[in-house]
């Protein structure tokens, strides 16, 4: 909704719930955590693993200092996404908006924040993993640019948690629901 629109329904609906818009973005900390994994509990398309534990989302924000975002209403923690690179990519991951806080440009101002500390920094080009059900997530990233690499497809081998556990090379993707 534009803001004209909003005005408008202001000025003839005084009394009519409208989006406020008044949200902002900072720089995801760990003090943020525990609101970031509610959203993305709540958000669908979100599938959430072991890397999502505190210890290594502060390890990913340590080796990727200030890239991450999130997006506030007041005090209220409405959108989030991890942001980080090896020095030849950049990956987002597990961009979410609160269901109340959609369509108002929220999404996309996190990406935008993303991608213009990744171009800063010299990074030529930005990936996603998505999960391939994410059909509306995919739209999502379509819709503003985002195009699918056919000819690529992910592949992955677990590491051994504890020193002395074998790579369990054969086995299915246990208990990893995303990249
Ligand atoms: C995908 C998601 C992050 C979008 O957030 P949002 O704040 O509603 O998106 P925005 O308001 O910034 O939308 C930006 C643009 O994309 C469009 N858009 C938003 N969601 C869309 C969708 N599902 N399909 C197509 N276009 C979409 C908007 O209409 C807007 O278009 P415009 O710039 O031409 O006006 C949100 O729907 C969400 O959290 N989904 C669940 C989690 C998820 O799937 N995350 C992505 C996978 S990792």
């Known amino acids: 909704m534009s ?35 509610r959203l993305w509990r709540e958000s669908e398309g979100v599938g959430l693993n072991e890397s999502d534990a505190p210890g290594p989302v502060e390890s990913f924000l340590a080796r990727n200092p200030g890239l991450s975002r999130v997006a506030l209403d007041g005090c209220a923690l409405v959108g989030a996404v991890l942001c980080g690179h090896d020095g030849r990519r950049g990956y987002l991951h597990h961009l979410a908006v609160a269901k109340s806080h959609r369509q108002q440009g929220i999404g996309k101002a996190l990406v935008a924040a993303c991608l213009g500390d990744l ?17 509306a997530g995919g739209a999502f990233w379509e819709h503003n640019g985002w195009a699918k690499r056919a000819d690529l497809l992910v592949m992955q081998i677990p590491l051994p948690r504890h020193p002395g556990e ?11 629901q995303s990249c």
């Not at 009394?15 to 994994?37: F, G, H, K, S």
């Not at 074998?166 to 990893?176: D, E, H, I, K, W």
């Open 3 to 37: 803001l004209d629109a909003i005005r408008r329904i202001s000025k003839n609906h005084p009394r009519q719930l409208i989006p406020t818009m008044n949200w902002t973005i900072r720089c995801l900390t760990m003090a943020d955590y525990e609101a970031v994994l």
């Open 119 to 135: 171009a800063r920094t010299g990074i030529p080009k930005c990936n996603i993993f998505l999960l391939a059900d994410n059909h």
């Open 166 to 176: 074998q790579p369990l090379a054969n086995s299915p993707n246990t208990g990893c």
